[in-house]
């Protein structure tokens, strides 16, 4: 996916942006509201992450002017306030949803998939491998004329699975990406959830399989 | 506040009192001067009188004679029926008239007559005397003629004018008096206007107040308002700084904490990641206090002067439940909602309210397990219940009337992040608002169900 973001601090922008390309998406970095008209002018996103408080004026005002403008790409407010008054006016003006500094980026992406799923003609966020198809935006597997819905957990997963086809992944890699960092898990965890997912792929084309002392991996039947 | 006395009543007992005295001296004006001229009426006539007799008088042959005037004792019958007594003395002896009369002791000069009130038979008497030398050379005699009248028809006057006197002195002193009434009323009928435009703002209205004052009101007017500027500017600065420190402490938290997710990304050895791990969560334990510390902070702030607006408490339910749906699905959590058909009217503070739900459900989220369900109901009997129910650890063995108290946290939250204050400001919101929090162990054993009780107005 293609983000924005918005944000005047440097470290901030730089480790944010950082991390998100950790996960494979593209990220500009607009350190001022002019910035960020300008290449909204000129590129399609299909996020824009905005702070608001910004050296060239309020992120809000940028807000109302992207909604006058019938622009839909969907808002994700970063605010450091924590006062509810704030958060009630952001989404009057139309912000999708918002996140408190500090966030954990589980969280963040979580709210960019609600987010993405509330919008209408979203972008399609579609995998296929083999005959089978990972919708992450609607959370859901296709295979066989079937459609399987997903809880959060199993689509996660799903995803480090579908990024990489036939790589193994060590079970503290999976524990990593399916568990917030401030919790602790432990390893079972990971075989109750891949349990879970061989469960939601019976009868399509696709396995996870286990490598003995290694982790796991996603193979063709 | 001590209560010391009412304008209004002393400027009408001052106003009443200032009446009382000017009716007193006006009666006593009107009295004394109508009893002088009635007085002075009956001197001049007396006078008149006692000079008619004493031009009458003749000297023959060295012997005093009169012809008494009829005309000068009738002149004096038009007064009532005063007896009317008289009195000629010729050096000594008494020439005609009752002998035993009276006469004033100052005596009678030639050019002025003298006048006195004596006692005659019982009687109280007006007596004037006039002095005449009549006859020439050796039988020159000094006559003194004395006319005297009763003074009842005097009284009956004086009387009459008393009372006419009273009558106009009541009168004044009734008329002042409603006057006055009315005069401290009016006097004060600005006051009472801008109590009552002061008293009918809502409780966050801080603007000057701009009804108009007579001069002697501006000062106040000019003091009230100043200090409403500066309530109004402390307001904004502590908002301000409640932002801003939120800001100073957040945005390098940020960075932190995404710095240490990448390194955690990049390291292999678990030792280290367990490091990263531990930072992670002293970061997340950090902002998390400082972000309930900031919202104790406002919601004390804002409790002292509690916004009035007109909720939907289901709609508050359901966009609280929204809020944090993503977050309860990272654990696999589904949030069950059970809410009813209809909206819920209620006046409160809207920011409030939703700080308060949004710290139940969220300590909700963090202490359920993966996997669970979550329930938010709504319920209407007597009162308004707003209840989230979780099928997390409980409360333990933890006194459940400490759970409110600041920082103190359960007996059994074991190693999740925590501040102590969420369920501090849940309770802080319900009183405000004229309501109480509840928490009771979940009825289907485990877990625990956190309600908000508002009375239904």
């Known amino acids: ?221 | 506040m001590r209560i010391s006395g009412s304008i209004r009543r002393r400027l009408f007992i001052q106003l009443a009192l200032v009446a009382a005295v000017l009716s007193l001296a006006f009666f006593l004006v009107v009295r004394g001067v109508a009893e002088r001229a009635a007085e002075g009426t009956q001197d001049d006539i007396l006078s008149a009188s006692a000079t008619a007799i004493a031009d009458s008088l003749r000297s023959e042959d060295g012997r005093v004679t009169l012809d008494l005037p009829y005309s000068a004792l009738s002149m004096l019958g038009s007064i009532n029926e005063d007896r009317v007594f008289y009195r000629v003395v010729s050096d000594g002896r008494t020439l005609t008239g009752y002998a035993d009369l009276p006469q004033p002791n100052v005596p009678p000069r030639i050019s002025t007559p003298s006048v006195e009130t004596l006692t005659y038979r019982g009687d109280e008497i007006r007596a004037v005397s006039v002095t005449r030398p009549v006859g020439t050379g050796v039988n020159a005699a000094q006559v003194v003629v004395t006319v005297a009248q009763t003074r009842q028809g005097l009284a009956a006057i004086s009387r009459q004018i008393t009372a006419t006197a009273t009558g106009i002195g009541v009168g004044f002193f009734l008329l002042a008096t409603a006057l006055s009434l009315w005069a401290a009323g009016s006097a004060l009928a600005p006051i009472t206007r801008i109590t009552g435009s002061v008293t009918r703002r809502g409780p966050t209205d801080l603007r000057p107040v701009q009804a108009n004052a007579p001069d002697e009101l501006v000062p106040l007017i000019n003091a009230l308002n100043s200090f409403m500027g500066r309530l109004r500017a402390s307001l904004s600065r502590t908002e301000d700084f409640i932002a801003e420190a939120a800001h100073r402490v957040r945005t390098p938290l940020a960075t932190v904490r995404a710095q240490a997710e990448i390194t955690h990304r990049k390291l292999n050895k678990p030792e280290h990641k367990q490091a990263i791990r531990e930072m992670i969560r002293a970061i997340d334990e950090s902002s998390r206090s400082a972000g309930q510390m900031l919202d104790h902070a406002m919601v004390t702030f804002r409790a002292d002067s509690l916004a009035q607006d007109a909720l939907d408490l289901r709609a508050l339910m359901e966009e609280t439940c929204d809020r944090l749906a993503p977050t309860a699905d990272l654990k696999d959590i589904t949030i069950r909602r059970d809410l009813g058909p209809d909206p819920v009217a209620f006046t409160g503070d809207g920011i409030l309210l939703q700080a308060a739900l949004q710290n139940i459900l969220d300590n909700a989220i963090k202490y359920s397990p993966d996997d669970s369900d979550i329930t938010a109901r709504l319920t209407l009997n007597g009162s308004i219940t707003l209840s989230i129910t979780d099928q997390g650890r409980g409360f333990g063995d933890t006194n459940l009337s400490d759970l409110t108290t600041r920082y103190m946290r359960g007996a059994n939250v074991g190693d999740i992040v925590g501040s102590g204050l969420g369920l501090t400001i849940a309770d802080e919101v319900a009183k405000a608002h004229g309501g109480r929090l509840e928490i009771s162990p979940n009825t289907k054993g485990e877990g625990a169900c956190v309600s908000l009780i508002f009375p239904r107005a």
């Open chain 1, 1 to 221: 996916m293609r983000f924005l973001l918005i944000e005047d601090n440097p470290k901030l922008a730089g480790v944010v942006a950082e991390r998100l390309q950790l996960d494979g998406h593209a990220v500009d970095h607009a350190a001022t509201l002019s910035d960020a008209t300008d290449l909204t002018a000129v590129a399609d996103y299909d996020l824009i992450l905005l702070d608001i408080m910004l050296p060239d004026g309020d992120g809000r005002d940028f807000l109302e002017r992207q909604r006058q403008a019938e622009k839909r790409t969907p808002v994700i407010v970063i605010t450091a306030r924590s006062a509810v008054s704030d958060r009630v006016g952001l989404l009057d003006l139309g912000a999708d949803d918002y996140i408190v500094k500090p966030f954990d980026f589980s969280e963040l992406e979580a709210r960019v998939r609600a987010v993405l799923r509330r919008q209408v003609g979203a972008a399609d966020n579609a995998v296929t491998f083999g005959e089978t198809t990972l919708d992450s935006t609607k959370g859901e597997l296709r295979f066989a004329g079937q459609t399987v819905p997903l809880r959060n957990r199993e689509l996660r997963l799903l995803e480090v699975f579908f990024a990489a086809p036939g790589q193994v992944f060590s079970k503290t890699h999976l524990i990593d990406r399916l568990f917030s960092l401030s919790d602790e898990a432990s390893e079972n965890a990971i075989e109750v959830y891949v349990g879970r997912l061989r469960k939601r792929l019976e009868g399509s084309g696709t396995k996870i399989e286990t490598v003995r002392g290694m982790g796991y991996r996603m193979v063709a039947r």
